[in-house]
């Protein structure tokens, strides 16, 4: 099946040349020049991939990541003019999955495209506990019954459990889930959400066996041996 890209660059000759290059590997191209055009691209359409410039005229590339990893898990890539450690691990901590800096071999590009592209193909279903979350749709089901969740808790499940096992505290989950400075959210927030998340997915909310409180440090996904 065709795969979309979507490109978001300012710089029309090098959108250009990159749309030509991508469509020559057989992906459907979208292009915008702009974070507001990018997100509103989004909006309509089923995008497989993000080739993202750092720099935008309305925005910075981190802006864009940190709005579209509010509702996506899309593969994205970032491109920047500025070879700096301190730009590559913000891009990485604000969920960016691959990052390079111009300028870059575009052979070396395609083939980081295809591995995040394929990576993705594997990693759309999650299946942990009797929960089976399908990134591909965002929807979450136990057994064959599907769970409705809101987008916050969706968030919530899908990263405790890529992170099983793990414990993770107030601050990580806020930080990636919600905007990462911290805005319009409190304390509260976090626990609020995971008592509606047990109250969806947990045979007895009150004595969890999927969502552990670990005290004084946050939350884990304990997924059990089968």
């Known amino acids: 099946m065709t795969k979309t890209l979507l490109i978001v660059e300012d710089d029309l000759d090098l959108q250009e040349g990159l749309a030509f290059s991508m469509e020559q590997e057989g992906y459907r191209v979208l292009t915008a020049k702009s974070k507001r055009e990018g997100l509103r691209i989004l909006e309509s ?7 993202l410039d750092c720099n935008l005229p309305d925005g910075t590339g981190f ?3 940190r709005q ?10 970032m491109l920047t003019a500025r070879d700096t450690e301190m730009d590559e691990v913000k891009a990485l901590d604000l969920g960016m999955d691959d990052f390079m800096s111009k300028p870059f071999s575009l052979a070396v590009l395609k083939a980081r495209l295809h591995k995040l592209l394929r990576r993705e193909v594997k990693e759309d279903r999650l299946v942990s506990n009797g929960i089976l979350v399908d990134k591909s749709r965002c929807r979450v089901f136990c057994g064959e019954t599907e769970i409705p969740c809101s987008r916050i808790e969706y968030q919530i499940l899908v990263y405790l459990i890529e992170n099983k096992n793990q414990v993770l505290s107030k601050e990580q ?3 990636c889930v919600w905007d990462s400075q911290g805005k319009f959210v409190d304390d509260n927030t976090v626990s609020v959400n995971i008592k509606r998340l047990r109250a969806k997915i947990e045979e007895d909310p009150k004595n969890p066996r999927r969502i552990k409180t670990v005290y004084g440090m946050g939350y884990l996904w304990r997924e059990e041996e089968a």
């Open 173 to 175: 989950i806020l930080s």
């Open 45 to 51: 359409e089923h995008c497989d991939g993000i080739l």
């Open 63 to 65: 802006d864009f990541c």
């Open 68 to 77: 579209v990893r509010q509702k996506h898990a899309i593969p994205m890539l």
